[in-house]
């Protein structure tokens, strides 16, 4: 045999392909990557920026599982900031501005660490399966047989990719590549349904042809937070880049229309449906006519490049009609560009295909992971790749599968959505997807996950004994806190300064903490003694904050706490596979269709499911118990 036995391949090198590939193989299974092009690895193909709101809680969560993309966005970022700091720790996000050339270097260091992950650079095209219906390897183009006990595939806009630029079309996964085409006919032919997708980028500009003196400075934090548990340090503000705000103008807007003709958006040439929420600047300002600007982020691409990305000035209009409406711009009237903004048209596979676990319901050990389940954005690519890798190990292993609740991680409402949900344009994360948010901040994210991460074997022993420092030292400062004395003369002028009423008397300390607007960092910073104390237990910023929101929101924690409890025992009554929903005659007929359609696992994961009705579960819930 050419080629030996993997236990697991991962065909696709971006983001959700990269912690697919380094979870399987760190938990132990021999593991192939196949990517087009090895020196595509993790390329960040729109902007150059990980998190965000709820995608930074994404990542934290991928770091304090074991994965890569918290450690790398650390290890490669140019700026940092916290996002919605004046609202309260459920929706503070973190974001990095990234170097992608450096992030791409260490994602590909990172992988190559790994002794048992190995590499080739073909196509594949087409996913092999025996007769029983279960993969058994991956054809590439080469004409070579790979044999394979689980196969990921994360395949982001290849699958028969056609970009658009104005009245221009060819077929491409991203600019300067070639699109994958085989797998999609492949996956039909044994049984799944696809669907196609869009996306877009903006054009990319020569920074130095820009009069930045135009434009507003947005800074990094000065005090920034990482994405990873394990990062020490980050640069300060003197040390990172910075990013600028512009503006379009009603000149502008008239310039962008006057290729609206020939605009493949307007004109019946794109006929698949793009990401709602990351509109194409000529989509914007054709649905909110009655907007005069829409504000732009100028962001660099690296330390050592003049490259710019403009985010939120992508579209697909003629290059010329681009060129044009960029140079009316105040600050860009010089702007020189160095590559056209562009639409994609890509295949992707409605997700009541998967299981929670990532594996498909059709092919028993074929996974799918990232923008083939139809969702958009690096970090969601991320979290599925990473629970695909986790679980093809587990089945490999023949250990129990790993499936995050909703009320355990983003990652969890994310997956489960798209399970029950489904998705008929490209899916994007909030933080109002997420019931239990004030339970899934990014703040506690290894407290969450990584004792789940170290048991299965992906979390390091070094991560698990930083959590349980951590751990112990929130536990022994919340103690010192719930018995320290506040003395009016000593918090009174911060109080009075703050606008809030003056203490009378003695209280303890978490009186203070829990009023809003207060933080504990200021209460240090006015009592010296109560600083000396808080330092002999910690010297850690995060673990002094966590300390704060603990006592901060306790009442809404136990709350949720108590909800997801009456939820749970719902959540984890079982459903049969091989249940038929015809015999069931009492449930109504879009419930049976929707179920018979997704086939849930729990009780809990069918009442989610849109068109099952409350009494369609009540009937389930009779007819099981039976």
């Not at 190995?118 to 219906?133: E, L, P, W």
């Not at 493949?264 to 989509?283: Q, V």
């Not at 600007?293 to 660099?300: S, V």
């Not at 290894?446 to 992906?458: K, M």
Request: aromatic share 6%; glycine share 8%.
């Amino acid at each position: 045999m050419l080629h030996p036995e993997y236990d697991v391949v991962v065909v696709g090198g971006g983001h959700a392909g990269s912690e697919a590939a380094a979870a399987a193989s760190r938990m132990g299974c021999a593991t192939l990557l196949i990517t087009m092009n090895l020196g595509g690895i993790a390329q960040m193909s729109c902007n150059p920026a990980i998190g965000g709101v709820a995608k930074g809680q994404l990542v934290r969560e991928i770091d304090a599982l074991g994965g890569v993309m918290g450690r790398v966005a650390d290890s490669s970022g140019v700026q940092f900031r916290m996002l919605n700091r004046s609202k309260g720790p459920a929706m503070w996000s973190p974001r990095a501005q990234s170097d992608r050339m450096l992030y791409a270097q260490h994602v590909r260091e990172d992988l190559e660490s790994i002794p048992n992950l190995h590499f080739r650079q073909d196509n594949v095209v087409k996913i092999s399966t025996d007769q029983n219906q279960s993969v058994n390897g991956v054809e590439t183009m080469n004409g070579q047989f790979i044999p394979a006990r689980c196969v990921i595939l994360t395949s982001g806009t290849f699958l028969n990719g056609r970009i658009h630029i104005g009245e221009k079309q060819y077929g491409g996964g991203r600019s300067g590549e070639k699109a994958s085409t085989g797998i999609t006919a492949s996956l039909e032919l044994l049984g799944f349904e696809s669907g196609r997708l869009k996306t877009g980028t903006p054009p990319r500009l020569d920074g130095r042809s820009i009069n930045l003196d135009k434009l507003e400075i947005q800074y990094g934090d000065e005090n920034p937070t990482p994405f990873s548990f394990l990062t020490e340090s980050l640069p300060d503000l003197a040390h990172q880049l910075t990013c600028w705000i512009a503006y379009t103008s009603p000149e502008v807007h008239d310039t962008l229309k006057l290729g609206f003709e020939r605009s493949p958006m307007f004109n019946g040439r794109i006929k698949s449906t793009g990401p709602r929420y990351c509109p194409s600047i000529e989509d914007k300002i054709n649905r909110f006519a009655d907007k005069d600007r829409h504000q732009l982020f100028l962001e660099p691409e690296g330390r050592n490049t003049y490259e710019m990305y403009l985010n939120g000035f992508s579209t697909s209009l003629p290059e010329d009609i681009q060129y044009q409406a960029l140079r009316t711009i105040p600050g860009f009237e010089e702007v020189i560009m160095i590559r056209p903004g562009y639409a994609i048209e890509y295949d992707y596979f409605p997700p009541h295909q998967i299981k929670r676990n990532m594996e498909t319901k059709i092919v028993e050990g074929l996974f799918f992971a990232g923008q083939i389940n139809g969702t958009t954005g690096y970090e969601e690519a991320a979290s599925q790749g990473l629970m695909a890798g986790i679980n093809a190990a587990c089945k490999i292993k023949d250990e129990n599968e790993l499936i995050l609740q909703r009320s355990e991680a983003y990652i969890g409402v994310l997956i489960d959505d798209l399970v029950n949900k489904g998705t008929e344009e490209p899916y994007r994360m909030f933080t109002s997807r997420a019931e239990h948010r004030i339970l899934l901040r990014q703040d506690n994210a290894d407290l969450r996950l990584t004792p789940i991460g170290y048991e299965i074997g992906l979390a390091t022993e070094e991560r698990m004994h930083k959590l349980l420092a951590k751990r112990e030292q929130t536990k022994n400062l919340k103690e010192l806190l719930s018995n320290y004395s506040a003395q009016p003369k000593i918090f009174n002028p911060l109080l009075t300064k703050k606008g809030q009423s003056p203490l009378k008397q003695a209280v303890k300390i978490t009186k203070l903490i829990t009023r809003p607007h207060i933080s504990l960092f200021e209460l240090m910073q006015s009592d010296q003694e109560l600083s000396d104390s808080i330092h002999n237990i910690t010297t850690e910023p995060l673990v002094i904050e966590q300390s704060e929101i603990q006592f901060k929101y306790e009442g809404y924690i136990e709350k949720e706490n108590v909800m997801v409890r009456q939820i749970a025992e719902k959540e984890n009554l079982h459903i049969p596979e091989n249940i038929n929903y015809n015999n069931i005659h009492s449930l109504s007929s879009e419930g049976k269709q929707k179920l018979l359609r997704i086939k849930p696992e729990t009780i809990g994961q069918a009442g989610r499911i849109s068109g099952v009705s409350a009494s369609d579960i009540a009937v389930l819930m009779v007819y099981l118990n039976n």
